[in-house]
């Protein structure tokens, strides 16, 4: 089994407080366990991985996640009060591992979070390549830049079929990448007056990285505001991949700073209500009050659906006077997204030449768009299809719909269980 995530419940808007946490029921697998070898992570994002808390005493298996994606892991489940999964088992990216009938090999691929791995599933007769998240960056702050090389070199034994990312197959061209947007962090800070804060997921710890730089420019010490960039922070130094430039201080010190001094890294660019974006908005953070020629620093895209309360925060800290900058709205690149694009698309399936391909991530139109641009680039079976269909590769490729039952599950956090939500295939 690849990967075990979570969602967020829609429509933030209706909820006085966060939505509800969502992820796939597994009872479908959890009835056959005896059968399951493993649970691979293939890197630290929550949809891939944020239902190992909740789920895997279902499946009681063995777990395979890198060194930051398992601290990470180990952390969250602390954090949801679950025991972590045992055991769990740390790779190194670029080991190879033999889990029941196949051979993993955890390949590192340029994505938005340390550590991503595609994986290859070599079995007697078959080779897939499942690529998780990724996108080309030759530039990505932190890792090894994309190498078509190396894909090449793996390619060369011939790759029978790739499951693949759609999330940005309906975008043109090319992300940029995390250097440039580091470059443009700079850029900005330095330009900046009073104090800063630069908004952004905690998982990316690249761009973190880059706010370190920002403020090394800028004479500016750093503060961190918000949990789980603490704990990303903190799993990120321990596998030994962040090296800041300055310091880190306690963000409890960031009040007693000269405002030409301060550079906070905070979370909650979805407006989230008490994240650390939302209580500076309110003026009701602990260590930090914000006021007029302060920048705030939006280093993120607002997801859809959470439109209105992005504006919410956005107008609640120009109404203090706070100047905001958003990467949606400004033509510096102050955001880059983790997914490939249409071109980086062709790219991948020019470089591996696989005979079918699966898309995954993303809504029906993404993973289309992704089948369409592996067929012009000379993929002659692309599969499609939704939750709960059973893709079969041999003898002859094809898809067998609703084959498992599948539908969706909800926290209930008063009550602490997990309730059905939505009947099967959604
Ligand atoms: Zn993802
Ligand atoms: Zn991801």
Not at 76 to 93: G, N, T, Y
Not at 317 to 339: I, K, P, Q
């Amino acid at each position: 089994m690849v990967d075990c995530g979570i969602t967020f419940e829609q429509n933030l808007q209706d909820h006085r407080g966060r939505p509800a946490i969502q992820m796939p029921d597994p009872s479908f697998i959890a009835r056959q366990r005896d059968l399951l070898d493993g649970l691979i992570i293939t890197h630290a994002h929550e949809d891939h991985f944020g239902a190992v808390p909740y789920l895997w005493q279902e499946l009681k298996c063995p777990v395979y996640a890198t060194p930051f994606a398992a601290a990470v892991l180990r952390k969250k489940a602390a954090w949801r009060r679950a025991p972590p999964p045992e055991p769990l088992i740390e790779v190194f990216p670029g080991d190879t591992h033999t889990i029941g009938a196949f051979d993993v090999t955890w390949l590192p691929i340029t994505h938005s979070t340390p550590e991503t791995c595609a994986l290859l599933l070599e079995s007697d007769d078959c080779r897939i390549l499942h690529t998780a998240d990724w996108k080309i960056d030759s530039r990505p702050v932190i890792g090894a830049p994309w190498s078509p090389d190396a894909w090449q070199g793996i390619a060369s034994q011939g790759i029978d079929a790739v499951i693949c990312d759609s999330t940005n197959a309906l975008k043109p061209g090319r992300s940029p990448t995390e250097g440039e947007v580091g470059d443009a962090l700079v850029k900005l800070v330095t330009s900046l007056k009073g104090r800063v804060v630069i908004a952004c997921f905690a998982s990316n710890v690249a761009r973190v990285q880059s706010a370190f730089r920002a403020a090394h420019a800028s004479g500016r010490r750093v503060g961190l505001l918000g949990r789980s960039l603490d704990i990303m922070v903190r799993s990120a130094k321990n596998a030994g991949l962040f090296e800041p430039k300055v310091p880190l201080i306690e963000h409890e010190h960031l009040g007693y700073l000269p405002e030409a001094e301060v550079l906070a890294v905070a979370t909650g660019t979805q407006g989230e209500i008490g994240a650390a974006l939302h209580r500076l908005m309110m003026d009701t953070h602990p260590s930090l009050s914000l006021g007029e020629g302060d920048t705030v620093i939006f280093s993120s895209k607002t997801i859809p659906g959470n439109e209105e309360s992005v504006l919410r925060l956005i107008e609640g800290l120009r109404a203090r006077g706070v100047s905001v900058v958003h990467a949606d709205e400004t033509h510096a690149t102050l955001h880059a997204s983790g997914h490939p694009c249409a071109d980086e698309l062709a790219d991948l399936y020019s470089i591996l030449k696989p005979k079918i391909s699966i898309p995954v991530h993303g809504e029906h139109p993404h993973m289309e768009a992704n089948a369409a641009i592996a067929r012009k680039n000379g993929v002659a079976v692309a599969l499609t299809g939704q939750n709960g269909d059973l893709f079969y590769l041999s003898p002859s490729p094809g898809v067998r719909r609703r084959w498992a039952e599948v539908g969706r599950l909800q926290v209930d956090e008063k009550a602490r269980k997990l309730e059905r939500v939505v009947a099967s295939n959604d």
